[in-house]
């Protein structure tokens, strides 16, 4: 019922950045929570950031706190995900993910709970 396309992946130096965007479409996206997972080869995805359906609450994993910023523009349906001082240890899938939960009070976003995915961008960081 949502579909989610992302955009923006490519091939960047050590140190640079990239701006991730993720577009929703087919149903409503304003009450949903939104995450970015990624996943590099050889290893099992995780977790990289989320934002709550208002842009009040926003979760990064360690690894990305203070170099990753995620956003969303509701009015676009649009979430993105703002990259900066990439690292080589960063290339891999960039999944964006939706949960039609997103609107609970306690929501957090989870690999478990996104309902809908998109089919990913690749970011490669070259040392």
């Known amino acids: 019922q949502v579909q989610l396309a992302e955009s923006g992946g490519g091939l960047v130096q050590a140190g640079g950045s990239l701006r991730l965007s993720c577009a929703a479409s087919g149903r409503t996206f304003i009450t949903y929570g939104m995450g970015w997972f990624r996943q590099a080869p050889g290893k099992e995805r995780e977790f990289v950031a989320g934002?709550?359906?208002?842009?009040?609450?926003?979760y990064y994993a360690d690894s990305v706190k203070g170099r990753f910023t995620i956003s969303r523009d509701n009015a676009k349906n649009t979430v993105y995900l703002e990259m900066n001082s990439l690292k080589p240890e960063d290339t891999a899938v960039y999944y964006c993910?939706?949960?039609?939960?997103?609107?609970?009070?306690?929501?957090?976003?989870?690999?478990?709970?996104?309902?809908?995915w998109g089919k990913g961008t690749l970011v490669t960081v070259s040392s």
């Open positions: 934002i709550n359906w208002s842009g009040s609450s926003t």
């Open positions: 993910a939706a949960d039609k939960s997103g609107d609970d009070l306690y929501w957090t976003p989870t690999i478990g709970g996104m309902d809908y």
